[in-house]
Nanobody, 119 residues
Framework: QVQLVESGGGLVQAGGSLRLSCAAS????????MGWYRQDPGKQRELVAR??????IYADSVKGRFTISRDNAKNTVYLQMNSLKPEDTAVYSC??????????????WGQGTQVTVSS
């Protein structure tokens, strides 16, 4: 079993910054990828940023404004969000994929954290 604990969401004015974090714990042998997705009511969940051994990828809408980073020692992924816009408002969820005990692959989602950007 793997547990994910997210933090860092909140309310911010347009142009402001927020930093999200997601810490994974539990029966983890290795983590292959960690990422952040977001979903607005009535819309599909979309990838915001993801980091793996191959590097990081970003949604076009956040390139140059958001930075994803990973602390392997802490099994934690961060999302630094700068120059926030009202259209960034959504519930942000982290996703972690890896290998657990007995060599079983896992893919878990965090509970989600609300990010609201006021104009």
């Amino acid at each position: 079993q793997v547990q994910l604990v997210e933090s860092g969401g909140g309310l911010v004015q347009a142009g402001g910054s927020l930093r999200l974090s997601c810490a994974a714990s539990g029966s983890i042998i290795s983590i292959n990828a960690m990422g952040w997705y977001r979903q607005d009511p009535g819309k599909q969940r979309e990838l915001v940023a993801r980091v793996s051994r191959g590097g990081a990828i970003y949604a076009d809408s956040v390139k140059g404004r958001f930075t994803i980073s990973r602390d392997n020692a802490k099994n934690t992924v961060y999302l630094q969000m700068n120059s926030l816009k009202p259209e960034d408002t959504a519930v942000y969820s982290c996703n972690v994929a890896g290998v657990g005990i007995y060599g079983r692959e896992f893919n878990y989602w965090g509970q989600g954290t609300q990010v609201t950007v006021s104009s």
